[in-house]
């Protein structure tokens, strides 16, 4: 079992960038596939991006590719989402999600664990 906090969110300006952390408890965090998704208000949650294990795999929803960045660090327990030149529908709550199953995918019912989110609010 995993347990995952998200941090960095906040209130950017449009073009700003802004970079969250998620930090997951346990010592097998190296063996899950981690994910970002997010929920803005009144809209289901989507997809944002996913890493594999080692990090040699990444995948994004189209609306990010290009601007959005996922990493992890398996010795620190930690997965990253550096945002750049953000934009007011990125607005929304942020969340972390660890999947223990073994491919990198955007389908919510694949992940396992989920931290309680992080906001980001960008104003146009």
């Known amino acids: 079992q995993v347990q995952l906090v998200e941090s960095g969110g906040g209130l950017v300006q449009a073009g700003d960038s802004l970079r969250l952390s998620c930090a997951a408890s346990?010592?097998?965090?190296?063996?899950?596939?981690m994910g970002w998704f997010r929920q803005a208000p009144g809209k289901e949650r989507e997809f944002v991006a996913g890493i594999s294990w080692s990090g040699g795999r990444t995948i994004y929803a189209d609306s990010v590719k290009g601007r959005f960045t996922i990493s992890r660090d398996n010795a620190k327990n930690t997965v990253n989402l550096q945002m750049n030149s953000l934009k007011p529908e990125d607005t929304a709550v942020y969340y972390c999600?660890?999947?223990?199953?073994?491919?990198?995918?955007?389908?919510?019912?694949?992940?396992?664990?989920w931290g309680p989110g992080t906001q980001v609010t960008v104003s146009s």
């Open positions: 346990g010592r097998t965090f190296s063996r899950y596939v």
């Open positions: 999600a660890a999947d223990d199953g073994i491919a990198t995918g955007g389908t919510i019912g694949e992940y396992d664990y």
